[in-house]
């Protein structure tokens, strides 16, 4: 841990360093650099995506929301407002799905009328609402996803999903449901990227799994052995996000 400490010091910018303040102690960053993080809100509450010119996303509303809990930020205006967006944006059947006119431009996990894109942002929106007390739709879309989880654990999305679709489920009461998917999760542990496992760590212990949970415990072991010499672990989207990455680890080893 000293080491990764060390990796996010050396290298990383000032809300970098604030994130990793807020996570080893609970402190809170300037005004400034709050304001700076929260830079960019569409009108309507959200976050607009890189790709998505100036209409909100659920996606990119979600990495924000996340880059703003590790600074202790989700009780500030800005992300309450964009937590009552995300409310707003739940559609009738209990799922979420990008505005029909990012199509040309969304990712595939992001994608207007893909299934699995569609289990993605419900498994993310519902994650964020259920964490800051917005019950009814979290609750909503728990049912959705409830529903897609297999006899055997399978998943009909992208991997991400299903940690996020367990930590909902968990969040909501419904254990067996999200054993199901931690069974799977930790069948595929072996085979997953460094990246990943700090993600489903983070996501899970946020979501209220004990730390000796086998899980998690399995989950530290991989990141023990996958922790690169210069304390840090290499993200997937490249080196410019090897710190990002790092802060994750560091947030699952709470």
């Given at each position: 841990m000293d080491a990764a400490i060390g990796f996010v010091v050396a290298h990383g910018d000032a809300v970098d360093r604030a994130r990793l303040s807020h996570l080893r102690t609970g402190g809170m960053p300037s005004e400034n650099l709050l304001a700076d993080a929260e830079i960019g809100q569409a009108p309507s509450g959200g976050w607009p995506a890189t790709w998505g010119g100036e209409v909100a996303s659920v996606d990119a509303t979600c990495f924000r929301l996340a880059e703003l809990d590790d600074l202790g930020a989700l009780d500030r205006p800005a992300a309450r407002t964009a937590l009552d967006w995300l409310a707003s944006a739940q559609r009738p059947d209990g799922m979420w799905e990008e505005d029909e006119t990012l199509a040309g431009e969304a990712p595939p996990w992001a994608q207007p009328g893909d299934p699995e894109a569609r289990l993605y942002l419900t498994t993310n929106a519902a994650f964020w609402l259920g964490l800051t007390g917005y019950a009814d739709p979290a609750r909503a879309a728990s049912q959705v996803i409830a529903a897609h989880v297999g006899p055997d654990g399978s998943w009909p999305s992208f991997l991400v999903s299903a940690w996020l679709g367990a930590g909902v489920l968990y969040q909501q009461g419904m254990f067996y449901e999200s054993a199901r998917l931690q069974i799977m999760l930790g069948d595929r542990l072996s085979r997953m990227t460094p990246a990943d496992i700090a993600l489903l760590a983070a996501r899970l212990r946020r979501a209220g799994l004990a730390t000796e949970d086998w899980?998690?415990?399995?989950?530290?072991?991989?990141?023990?052995?996958?922790?690169r010499s210069d304390g840090g672990w290499p993200s997937d989207d490249g080196r410019q996000f090897d710190v990002h990455t790092t802060l994750t680890a560091i947030r699952a080893a709470r």
């Open positions: 899980l998690l415990a399995a989950a530290r072991r991989r990141l023990s052995e996958t922790q």
